[in-house]
């Protein structure tokens, strides 16, 4: 009697042990991926305020700060359809362009000039605020992305 007594309680503790285990497992590895998720959303969060104020200075001249461009000189960005491609965004930014478009039925035929000085880095910071202000992106374009981008550019 005693003896499956103390035997029944040291199962049972082997029991409760292994499910401890696994729940504090669990919540390690709950508390770890939060804090990854965070540490990404932040780097999103500091991709965008950085591509913002790199807008503000390179782009909205031309462009406006609402992205709405100008009459038939300056294309809106809002709504284009090279919010989608990140790559053609990286190589326009970087090399301008030069072409004769139609954004939201008018045609645009002036060159855009290219900022050659910017680093990969403000790049992706400038594609990652356009994409996420006026496109569908809710995370950051990254360096890699934009570096890959640029040794294709085609010539504009
Ligand atoms: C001096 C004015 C000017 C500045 C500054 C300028 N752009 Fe442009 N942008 C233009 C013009 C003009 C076009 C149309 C070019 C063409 O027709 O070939 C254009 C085209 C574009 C396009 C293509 C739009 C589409 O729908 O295909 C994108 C994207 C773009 N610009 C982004 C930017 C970004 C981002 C910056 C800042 C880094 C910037 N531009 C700075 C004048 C400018």
Redesign the pocket.
Known sequence: MSRRFWMSIKNNCIVLNKIIRSVCALLISMAFLSACQSAEKLKSEQYFVEGYQ??TT??A???QNNGEGMAN???P?NG???LTDKAL?AC??KNG?????M?AGKK??????G?PK?TDLEVAE?VSY?TMKWGKDSTHTTIETVTSALANCKKQ
């Open positions: 790199l807008y390179n782009c001249n031309c462009h000189l300056y294309p960005l284009s359809s090279s965004l326009i930014i362009m030069k072409d004769t478009i954004v645009f035929s002036r060159p855009m000039p900022n910017l400038i356009l």
